[in-house]
Every structure is written in C-alpha cells, then in structure tokens.
C-alpha cells in the first residue's frame, strides 16, 4: 500500500485485470458516448412527449377484465358483442388464444351513478356469460378516476423523494460533484426506460412504475460501485491524469460490473421468460434498466465527472487537520 | 489469520436453523377448504359433519380431511374446482343458519405450528379473492350532522321553554330566529351549555327577528368524519360476517377510506351490493290533520310540519316530519313469511332505548297511521367547472303503512315487501346496521382463485430458475468461492422466506418479484469481494492476506451501493399501495439479509476451509 502511495507503481495488469494488461481506453469514448447518451434521451423525452405513455388503467381510471373461454375465442366477435351492448371496449388476447383482456375507458363522468361504475364489470361478464356460459372470470381491476390521479402522484413524488435521499446519501459520502454525476446517470436511466415503454406503447402500470424505482437503485449501486473506486485511485495514483485515473478505475471494476449485470440479468430475464403475464411489463422495465444502467455508470455518470472537473483535491482529505493533530503535544 | 471464533459459527449455525424452521411451513401448500361455523356461533354438532361427509361422498366430490374444532369446521380439498362445487352444495345443504366461507387452509404439521411457525401470509393476488377501496361520503356526513342538531335545537329549546320563530339550513351554518334578545340570550344560554366548544355562535340582527347563528367547530368536523369512519368500518365488519368471508381484512386509509379485502370471494356483484348498500329504515307517523297529499304534490306547497313521500305505487302521501325511530336501534331482523298472508315479512328486534322510544311514540298514537320508509342512497356524478362533484340521491320509498292496533314494543314486524329476495336482504342490511354515511367504491381488484395458483405457480417457477442459473453460472466462475456464495445465497433465501413468515407479511406476487430481483443483487457483494481477492492476488499479496483486504475493502462499497438501493426500497414502501409495497417489503428485507449472509456466512466457509493454515491457491 505504501509504496503504491507514491505515484503510478500500478502494473499494466493490474490496471487492467480483465483484458490481461490491455488497458481499455473507455473514456477515449467519451464524446462519441456524450453524443449517444443526448440522442437517446432526447429520443426518449420526444417519444414522451409525442406519443405519451400507454398508461394502464392504475393511472387512468378505468376496468379491465380478464376472462377465459373453454376455446379459443376470437377478440373481434367479444368486441361486437359488447358494442352491441352500448360498449366500446379494447379487447385483446392475453397470453393464450383463450384468454381475452378487455379494458373498459373510465366512463364519462355524470352519465352513470359511482356504483354503476364498479358494477360494469359485473354487466360486461353478465353479457358475456349469456353469449357462452362457460366464459371465466380470472381477474378484474377497477380504479376510480380519481384514485387513477392519486397514483400518479404518488408515483412522481416517490421517484423525486427517492432521487433526493440518494443525492443527500451521495453527497455526504463521496463529493457534491459525485452525487450529481450518480443523479444525472439515474436520470437518465429513468427517462430512457419510460421512453422505452412510451416508443412500444407498451402498457406502463404500477408495477412497471415499481420496476422504475427498482432501476433506481440498480442503477446507482453499479455507478456508486465505480466510483467508489474512482475516489480510491484519485487518492492513490499521485502522476495519472483524472482521464487516466477514470480509465483504469472502470477497468478494474470491469469484471465485476459484468458479472453483476449478468447475474441480475439472469433472473430477470427467468421472470421475463417464466413468470406471470402481469408481470411481464415489471421485469421487461428491469431489463431495459440493467443493460442502460450500467452503460450509464461509464458513461453518463464517469463521463460527467471528467467535464465537471473533478480533481485529486477534491477527495484528499484536507491536510490543515492533520498538522493541526500533529502540532498536539 | 482468517479464523473465526466459535460463537460466529454458532450463531451462523443458529441462525441457519432457526431461518429452517420458520421458513419450513412454506413447503407444505395451503389446502383450499371450506369454512363452516354456525351464524350464532354455536358449536357444531358432529352428526351434522358426518351427513355433510355423507352429501359430498354422493355428489363425488372428494376431499382430503374435515376437521371439527367447536364452532369451526374445515372440509380440506385437492383442487380450487372440487372446493368451489363442494361449497356450492354445502351453503344449499345447510340453509342460511350457517356461515360457508372459502379459505385456503395451511398444512402446517403440528410440530411446526406448536413453535408457531406459520407460512406467510398469501396476498389475494396469490390465492383469490376481491379487494375494494371504498370512500366514505363525508360531505353526507355533515349533512347528517346537521341535520342532528336541526332536531336537537328544536328538543332542547323546547325543553326550555324558550320561544323560538324557526330552525333553518344555510350552507354551512344554522339559522335559529328568535323573536327578541331576550329569548335569544335565553336560547343561547341553553345551547351553549349543551355543546360546549362544538359548535360557534354568532348573534346576527337582520330586520325584525333576532338571529342566533351556528357553525360546527373544526375540530368538531374532524370529530364527526373521525367517528363516521370509525362506524363504517365497524358496519362493513358487520356486514362482511353476514357474507361468510374467512380472514377477512377491513382497514381505514388515509382519513376517508377504507380498505375491505375478501379473500376466496367470488361474488363480487352481491358483495359490491352488501358493502356498499345505504339502505335503512324509517318510522313516521301519517300526516292527520286532513291534507290531500294530491293536492300538495300538484302545488308544490307542502304544508308545515309534514313531507311528502310516494308509496310502491307511486301515490303521493304526507307524513310527518319528525322520525319516531331510525333503523339504528334495530338489534337483530329476519325475513320470513307472514303466517296469515303467506308474504314476506321482515321480523325486527329492537334494542332497550329503541324499544323504550318506540313504546312511548306508538303508545301516544294509537289508532293512528304509522309508515314504515325504505330509504336507499345511490351517487350521481357530475362535472362542474371541471371538478367532479359526486351528489347523493336519496331514493325514499313508503314500502307499508298500518293502523296502529297497540303500543309496539321492542319486537314486531314489517310487511309490504315485494319480494323474498328483499325481504332477506333488507333484514341483513338491517341486522348489520347502517352505514353512518355513505360509501363508493373507488377501487377493486379481484383475482379469480384459478388465476391465484398460476401466479403462485409461475412465481415459484421463476424464482427457482433464476436461483438455478445463479448458483451455476457462480459455480463455473468462481469454482469453489462460488460454491460458497451459493450456499450464502441459499441462506439469505431461507432467511427471507423465514424473516416473512414470522412477522406475517404478506406475500403477492410483486414481493415475489423482489425475492427475484433480491437473488441477482444478493451476488453482487460476493462478487464484489472475490474480485478484490483475485486483485489482490494478482498484486502478489500472500493468500492470506489478499482474503482478509478482499473482505475489508469491499466492505464500503457494499454498504454504500446497499444503502442507496434501501433509500429507494423505503420510499417504495411509504409511497406505495398494495402491489408495490410488497415489492419493497422484500426487496429491503432481502438487502438486509443478503449483508449478513454474503459477507459474514460466506466469510465462515472460507475461513473454515481456508484460514489458520498454509495455503497455495485458492479456487477462486
């Protein structure tokens, strides 16, 4: 430790364990991955704006029915049939050709009584059960309108609150520019993972919102990992530049950050692959978080401390205190 | 150097068991039973379990066990389709003097549960059932309460003897006219020792009367949306014991909502019906002072003292304004058919103060008409400017109007029903009281019990994958430091599982999702450790040493990428309803436990393996 204390004494191996000595020169990346890292997010914020968000009924207010059928049973005669009943439902399969899930629009409001709204389930499956007998209910949601607003709030709020107590965390354990490099990462990350959903159009439900905040703290445990490291070099390695201190920290946590994703990976593409249809959004949301997180942590994250310039100073511990200990008899 | 003192194995160890036992109850599966007890909540004849044993074995529906236990029973099955037929034919079986209830039923052995070991508590997403968020109205709470003190003031001015020109309603406040200031103080003097603080007056001199105005104090409004919430729940207790509904959870939210989840019901239509219903009753003597209701409804002009009501058939009709009793005095009603008529009749016990009222009311008006008003309330919803504006619309029906023959005591009966159907209904609602104001659902998830054990199933399945592919994917990496973040891994699941189990949270599908997730991030600290060995390694420390820098330097990294991981899993948790919460639950939990099993349970199998002795390489 010592000896390492007085300048680079770091063997090419051991700057770059992965590669067997072949430093990898990430951030010789830095510009090229800036550029990507802006496109994307634009892409995403455009795709918000643009297209929205498919928002389940959590967030609108609304019902949805899942029904199975002893056959497979095609959506368009289910979507007549209810037409012909006064409703304009989407209906869809769901996993199977037997099974449907048919979404109801919340209804206008003054045209029906509160309890004619949580009853519609009850009609919509009383006339689907009079066409074929055997039709099943498995699972019915309803969220009044103004729960639907509630949820969303609470939604946004969490993620701000979430983000605010790991900016404090940061700050007081690393460095203010640290915390807002890991903010911005995470920022970025949330946006491209709701951009995602908003470009499929694929549904964005509470627990897809829960997959957003788990991306949350996937996210920043990979980017606090690198730089966690990154503190360790700036305050070991006297000679290399912060450009070179960057590159060596990412390289040596390379492996792990590989294998990390990759276990974590694993299981979510399990739940992906084997799991419920419900939660299919959930882990897809993971998905999309894991891989983007962890480029983030490089590049996003890493990058912006290089542009912010974070120097050797910043981290030693100010020498006044240590003189002022020693001066003690 | 790396050796452990004893009291670490032994605590790993102890941990290890006790995580075993209470995980343990989880790998027996819940049987899906039916319930039975005894609506009075009386024992259960074992004759009658034998018959029912008899009943099923006919209509060949096995099932495993049926177990007597006092006022219980419990008819365990193999399967959802056999517990939804056999419970079908039970309740006809039995009649309406039983309760049959779905439940899922744990297996635990006895041995288990005599150290109160339980399995975690299954989320209906996970077994079936319905789940309602329900509002309670407090906009027609106030409006009761006002019309309370409406009564009051009349009652306690009377008493009195203070002369008083009218009560009435403006918005928010009351409105009492007195002729002079003298009567007013005298007015204001008999409130003002009756409510305390509860309500402000206000002295207000228009043109020719004297005013005295009253409005509710706020803290008094709180007490009043307090205690109608508090009702409610007690009322959808009630009301959900009448439905036959096994651990049922009934639960206020925020301050005017209430959470009702109805594990194993399938009926949502009737139970949406019950829960929600606003119906009670109303006894009001005939207006007899020789109005013609016709011609006060065709007019408009309703003559002072009376309100005009319509009986079934549409016939206007005047009855007083003053209500001799409400429905919430009633103790206990049933529906049956009347002996002479052969129509359903609703049968109602009163309770001593309501039978004490009711004797003195009908006592004084012998030989009168007395009418008995069925009152529903139902929401209109409109948009105004914007806002959603919900406004009750209360439907008032005379459903019969008899002579009465002779004071009426505490038990007597109603007839005019125009069906069983309503006769059995209105004496539930009847029995369970009403509502102290108004509730709408705003929300409701149900799960089909089908549904329920696919998820069950697809979790468990995904969860064992994942775990599979780690533990491999670990193995082949790491070799023999693998195996042992394997076996770390395996600990922390069984501590989560156990940690679930005996503080009873409640397992759904999403918390499922963060045992998942939980098992991916759980290697990381490994991970984490073993690469730091192997740099070490490579920095040419002595074997020894490298493991010990390995776990001492990885240690802040893990705390820190641990830490920023729980901040978010506890805002979940706050932010959270339902799905989510369970999502944070286990994902805290599981970074808790993974701490403890990655860094000092894998650390006792190196240093056991390892430590104290000379060491060329390790497999790692």
Known sequence: MTEQANGSTLTPEQMAPVTGGKLIDFMRLRHIALAFTIVLTLAALISIATRGLNMGVDFTGGTVMEVTYPDSKNPDIVRELLKSNGYEAVVQHFGSSKELLIRLPPPEAGDDSAEAKAALSNKVLDILQTETAAAKLNRVEFVGPQVGEELREQGGLAILLALGGILIYVALRFEYRFAVGAIVATVHDIIVVVGFFSFTHLEFDLTVLAAVLAVIGYSLNDTIVVFD???????????????????????????RTLMTSFTTLIVVIALYVFGSEVIAGFALALIIGILIGTYSSIYVASNLLLMMGITKEALIPPAKDNAELDAIP | MNRYPLWKYLLLIVTLIVGLIY????????????????????????????????????????????????PNALIRFDDTETQLEASDLIRETLGREYVVALNLAPATPAWLQALNAQPMYLGLDLRGGVHFLMEVDMEAAKEKAFERYEDEFRDYLRNDKVEYLGVSRNGETLTIKFKDAEQRSAGLKTLNAKYFNELQWQEQDPAETYDLTATIAPEQLQDIQKLALQQNITTLRKRVNELGVAEPVIQQQGLNRIVVQLPGVQDTARAKEILGATATLEFRMVDDTGNDPIVAEQSKRIPLGTQLFHESNGSPILLKRRVMLTGDYITDASSGFGNDTGAPEVNIVLNGKGGERFRQATGANVGKLMAVIFIETTYDEREVNGEKVRKPVKHQEVINVARIQDELGSRFRITGLDSPKEARDLALLLRAGALAAPLYIVEERTIGPNLGQTNIDSGFKSILIGFTLVMVFMLVYYRLFGLFADLALSMNVIIIFAVMSMLQFTLTLPGMAGIVLTIGMAVDANVLIYERIKEELRNGAPVQTAINRGYDQAFSTIMDANVTTLIAALVLFMFGTGPIKGFAITLAIGIATSMFTAIIGSRALVNLVYGGRKVEKLSI
Do not use: C, W
């Open chain 2, 23 to 70: 995980a343990l109850p989880n790998l027996y599966p819940s049987d899906p039973s039916v319930q039975i007890s005894q609506r009075q909540g009386n024992d259960l004849e074992p004759a009658l379990m034998q018959s029912l044993e008899k009943t099923l074995n006919e209509h060949q529906l096995s099932f495993k066990s049926s177990e007597l236990n006092g």
């Open chain 1, 229 to 255: 490291r990154e503190r360790e070099n700036f305050r070991l390695l006297r000679s290399e530049t912060p450009y070179e201190v960057m590159n060596i920290s990412i390289n040596q946590t390379l492996s």
